[in-house]
């Protein structure tokens, strides 16, 4: 089975510009969860979709979107940005259930980087 | 509220020699406990995981952990690293409660020939 694939795997953006960063799941996979990794706050949840809902998500500005379409795909939206928004974006997939309890397959990761 | 602390940023170790990389957590609620590894430039990759049951658990590459609820700890171990094992190491914990996992700030592990 193919693995989770993000793309674009890196994006040079400027402040105020926006940005859409995509992600296939593991096929099969219902379950798809967004994070971003700095070196200064680790890896922080944004949010999680299951079946075109979003099921939780994690304290981050309005400027920061995502959803879920039928096949499981995902996309991820970062409206305004802003210096601090640089960071690896990390999609994970998994079967079902939540991400608390279950293992989660993580794509490479897009790289933005906001000048 | 849920939290992660892994005791030591950067460990230094032989070739060959044992290590143990430490985790606490922090939570009031039955905690589902996960070890990932992340190689440069790759995402995350499941090591091992804590569920229920048996509180020694052993993942891939010869890894094991041990939770120990009294001491809300969830410590990884291997008896023999090798080069390969040089990567950075995170402990998630996720709570039924919140329904979020959350990680620590990652142990970077570096393997010396």
């Known amino acids: 089975k193919a693995g989770v694939t993000q793309t674009p795997r890196y994006l040079i953006k400027t402040r105020g510009q926006q940005v859409t960063l995509s992600c296939s799941p593991i096929?099969?996979?219902?379950?798809v969860s967004w994070y971003q990794q700095t070196p200064g706050q680790g890896l922080q949840f944004l949010f999680e979709?299951?079946?075109?809902?979003?099921?939780n998500k994690g304290n981050f500005p309005g400027r920061f979107s995502g959803r879920q379409f039928s096949n499981s795909r995902s996309e991820m939206n970062v409206s305004t940005l802003e210096l601090g928004d640089s960071a690896l974006y990390l999609c994970a997939s998994s079967l079902e259930g939540g991400q608390y309890n279950n293992e989660q397959f993580f794509g490479p990761g897009t790289r933005l980087t906001v000048l | 509220a849920q939290s992660v602390t892994q005791l030591d940023s950067q460990v230094p170790v032989f070739e060959e020699a044992p290590v143990e990389l430490r985790c606490n957590y922090s939570s009031s609620v039955s905690v589902y406990l996960f070890w990932y590894v992340q190689y440069p430039n790759q995402g995350l990759q499941l090591l091992l995981k804590y569920l229920s049951g048996s509180t020694l658990v052993k993942g891939i590459n010869g890894f094991e952990a041990e939770f120990n609820k009294s001491q809300t700890s969830f410590h990884l171990r291997k008896p023999s690293v090798h080069i390969s094992d040089t990567a950075e190491y995170f402990c998630a914990v996720g709570s039924s409660n919140t329904g979020k996992l959350i990680f620590g700030q990652g142990t970077t592990l570096q393997v010396k020939p």
């Open positions: 096929s099969g996979h219902r379950s």
């Open positions: 979709y299951f079946s075109e809902t979003q099921r």
